[in-house]
């Protein structure tokens, strides 16, 4: 036989490309679907209420995912949505954005927003708290080559002394130091991420907030670990003095 014909003028080169372009079809519509399971369906910001005129595609069916550790079994999607928020100014129209009411920094909304996550510490491969104090792990210590910043003063962005670095929160699983634990020069404590800081030799600078400030960032539960939800809200409070901790980092450059 000279050529093989299966069925007509469909070749087996052609036959293979329905078949890709079926199979890429097919797989778009499932990503598409997969994407779904966490943030949908979509809703209005303020109210709530679901978009009905959004494209959706189909229903999508809870899976359940084994956590790690003993902590049992989560359902995505769960139907469980936000709260939404309540201290804000109402909306002039649609489309605007939110203005918080009082204090912004701690406001969970804008640059200071943050994920619900669970309220417990993040665990390393043995089950124990991932992040602690340096005092509490004998294994984990800064380099000799490197600047310890334990002991150091610390000051905001307008030069002004918060108070002393005391200690060091380290990452048990990946060695690095995560967050600095900062003894206020008015009392009480502080914890500011490290990646936000600069480490220099006798001093330490923060440039996201005040020094004064530094006394609103939210507080941990306890004083060997920390949660994931405490992560959250530190890293957030923080985070949103790089627009709102002066009225002129609100204001445009021109």
Not at 75 to 99: F, K, S
């Amino acid at each position: 036989m000279s050529s093989v014909i299966l069925v007509g003028g469909l070749d087996v080169a052609e036959l293979a490309l329905y078949m890709f372009f079926g199979f890429f079809i097919v797989l778009v519509w499932y990503l598409n679907k997969e994407s779904r399971r966490e943030g949908y369906p979509l809703e209005y910001d303020v109210s709530g209420v679901v978009g009905e005129e959004l494209l959706r595609i189909g229903d999508i069916k809870p899976k359940s995912f084994q956590l790690p550790h003993g902590l049992g079994t989560v359902y995505a999607p769960n139907g469980q949505r936000d709260a939404m928020p309540e201290n804000v100014l109402p909306r002039a129209y649609d489309g605007t954005p939110l203005d918080v009411v009082g204090e912004k920094l701690g406001s969970g909304l804008g640059p200071g927003g943050y994920a619900p996550r669970a309220d417990r510490p993040d665990l390393d491969m043995f089950g124990r708290p991932r992040i602690i104090p340096m005092q509490l792990d004998d294994h984990i210590s800064v380099h000799t080559n490197d600047i310890d910043p334990r002991g150091l003063p610390i000051t905001g962005l307008d030069g002004a002394v918060a108070g002393t670095v005391r200690d060091l929160w380290v990452d048990r699983a990946e060695h690095v130091i995560r967050y600095l634990d900062v003894a206020l020069t008015g009392g009480g404590t502080a914890t500011v991420p490290m990646p936000m800081v600069r480490v220099s030799r006798g001093l330490v600078h923060l440039d996201a907030v005040t020094a004064a400030q530094f006394a609103g960032c939210p507080q941990l539960k306890s004083h060997d670990q920390i949660t994931l939800l405490e992560e959250e809200k530190v890293s957030a409070y923080f985070g949103a003095g790089y627009l709102w901790a002066t009225p002129e980092r609100s204001e445009p450059l021109l």
